[in-house]
Structure formats: structure tokens, C-alpha cells
């Protein structure tokens, strides 16, 4: 608990939580309560980020969890990485420098070597365009950045298969099965 925090509990009025302290309580509770179903260990996750920060919380967040983890700060280089590592699942930011993270999605979902694998895509921005731009294109989720622990893991959790393996969400306005890229 945060110094802050600390200070708060012992001057507040009363021992109950508060406003925003009861919510973040109750979803605390309820996280600890619920078992978290995770990847099978060793589970190679590409991240596709041009910030540090958020490379670093994702590949803490994910090692911590036994996943293996490969980075690329441009979409050039990540959809390299992509076609040689064949990572079974990808995080993919919107805005990267050269390549936008959309032209990425889309030559990824071209290649026979990465059109199958799940890509969730992030952004700073929570505009609902980029989901459902992001979603028409083949995007599996869409995760607004700042993100937490939790909030990566139930992202995760959404694409796994009954083996605990990463799987595309396919979507069904698509006639093929495949989607539109």
C-alpha cells in the first residue's frame, strides 16, 4: 500500500472504503477470488511496441507468467520477427514509427506464416474507430493503453483454447472463415 493510501485509511472517517476505493477494493476482491486460466508456459509472445515502458511492463506481466517473450520497437521489423520466431501470439501497437500498426495487421494477416496467429492490438488513444477499424482488419482484442496486469491476462484468457493455446477469434462476417484483410 502506497504511503498516500496509508494516510488515507488512517484519517478517514470511517474504515470503509470510498467512491473510486470502494470499486478498486471490489474488482481487487473479485480478481484474487477467480483463478486465472494462463497460456501453457513457454507460450511465444511477440510485442510490437515503440514505447519502453510498455515493452517492459508486457514483457515483465508475461515472464512473470512463463511465457517467452520477443520484442521489435517498428512494425518492420516485428513482422520479421513474426514471420521467422512464429510467435503464437502477438501484441501490436497502433502508432509505431514508419509503419502504422494497421498496415502491419494487414500484412500480417496476408502471409501464410502469421495469418493464424492472434494479434491484440494497443493504443493510447480509446477512440472506438480504432477497435472497430482494428477488428474489420483481423484484429483478435484491442487493449487501451495504460493497461493492467489483469486487463493483459483477461485479453489472454479470451483467446485460449481448450489446450491453453492462443487461437484466432475468426469473424463471422467474414464468408471464407478467414478475414478480410
Known sequence: MSIFKTFKTIFAKSGEPRGEDLES???STERRGRSRRNAREGTRVLIIDDSPTIVAALRKFLRSAGYTTLE???????????????????????????????????????????????????????QATEQFFGTRIGADDFMKKPFSRFEV???????????????????????????SA
Open 72 to 126: 521489435a520497437g517498428d512494425a518492420e521489423s516485428g513482422i520479421e520477427l513474426a514471420r521467422t520466431e512464429k510467435p503464437e501470439l502477438i501484441f501490436l501497437d497502433i502508432v509505431l514509427p514508419g509503419m502504422n500498426g494497421f498496415a502491419a495487421l494487414r500484412l500480417l494477416r496476408r502471409d501464410t506464416a502469421t495469418r493464424d496467429v492472434p494479434i491484440i492490438m494497443i493504443s493510447g488513444n480509446e
Open 153 to 179: 491476462f483477461a485479453r489472454i484468457e479470451r483467446l485460449l483454447d481448450s489446450n491453453c493455446v492462443p487461437h484466432r477469434q475468426i469473424a463471422a462476417s467474414s464468408p471464407s472463415g478467414s478475414p
Open 25 to 27: 477494493a471490489t474488482e
